[in-house]
């Protein structure tokens, strides 16, 4: 059973415009939503993260939205720049129990910015 | 300071022959995993561990071996290569298990023939 779902699986927009990527859970244990970047042949880096006390956190064009009662969570990148072409992946996890720490991934969202 | 080191970075194995994939961090990092990476499937976690000489089971353990014996080191043993283990494979280290912070390996891309 796949415990984050994230939607579209790929995504074409323009230079300058809003690129929107949506996750949904099921596990209201989960305390910890990071979204990750990865470019070709590289691993992934986290790019931000969010804890549910919070509805909104922005780092300069990268914002995460999240509703806890919806049980979602969205990456919003404003101005997008083709630099941000990469695939995007959303994960969640649990601060305590026996699956501490363990990162569950949504299966990720191709991005294509193109000038 | 080199973060997550892996390798090989690519390999060929044959069907049925066994490998050991090499994960190294230097940051002292208790938590370490390893990760498979396959089209439209996201990362799947396969091993974990949480310190040195303690490792569990992630969604997709079968056909892998790990061990823990330092903190820096966290390999992978493929004990029998099978087609169905032709991936791209992650290493990742975090400084605690809340999960802040997960720092991953540039990958070992592995075909299976």
């Known amino acids: 059973q796949q415990q984050v779902k994230q939607s579209p699986q790929s995504l074409i927009v323009q230079k300058g415009g809003i690129s929107i990527i949506n996750c949904a859970y099921e596990?209201?244990?989960?305390?910890?939503f990071p979204w990750y970047q990865q470019f070709p042949g590289k691993g992934p880096a986290l790019l931000i993260a969010?804890?549910?006390?919070?509805s909104e956190k922005k780092e300069g064009r990268f914002t995460i939205s999240f509703n806890k009662s919806a049980k979602q969570f969205s990456l919003h990148i404003m101005d997008s720049q083709p630099g941000d072409s990469a695939t995007y992946f959303c994960?969640?996890?649990?601060?305590?129990?026996?699956?501490?720490?363990?990162?569950?991934f949504g299966r990720g969202t191709q991005l294509t910015v193109w000038p | 300071n080199a973060g997550v080191t892996q390798t090989p970075k690519f390999q060929v194995l044959k069907t049925g022959q066994s490998m050991t994939l090499q994960c190294a961090q230097d940051?002292?990092?208790?938590?370490m995993s390893w990760y498979r990476q396959d089209p439209g499937m996201g990362l799947r976690l396969i091993h974990y561990?949480?310190?040195?000489?303690?490792?569990d089971q992630g969604e997709v353990p079968n056909g892998y071996n790990v061990s823990r014996s330092t903190t820096e080191d966290f390999p992978l043993r493929l004990l029998s290569a099978a087609p169905s283990q032709t991936s791209v494979y992650f290493c990742?280290?975090?400084?605690?298990?809340?999960?802040?912070?997960?720092?991953f390996g540039s990958g070992t891309r592995l075909t299976v023939v």
């Open positions: 990742a280290s975090s400084w605690d298990r809340g999960s802040y912070g997960y720092t």
């Open positions: 596990n209201t244990a989960f305390d910890y």
């Open positions: 969010i804890r549910p006390d919070v």
């Open positions: 994960a969640a996890s649990r601060g305590r129990g026996s699956t501490l720490g363990r990162l569950y």
């Open positions: 940051m002292n990092h208790e938590y």
């Open positions: 561990s949480v310190g040195a000489g303690i490792t």
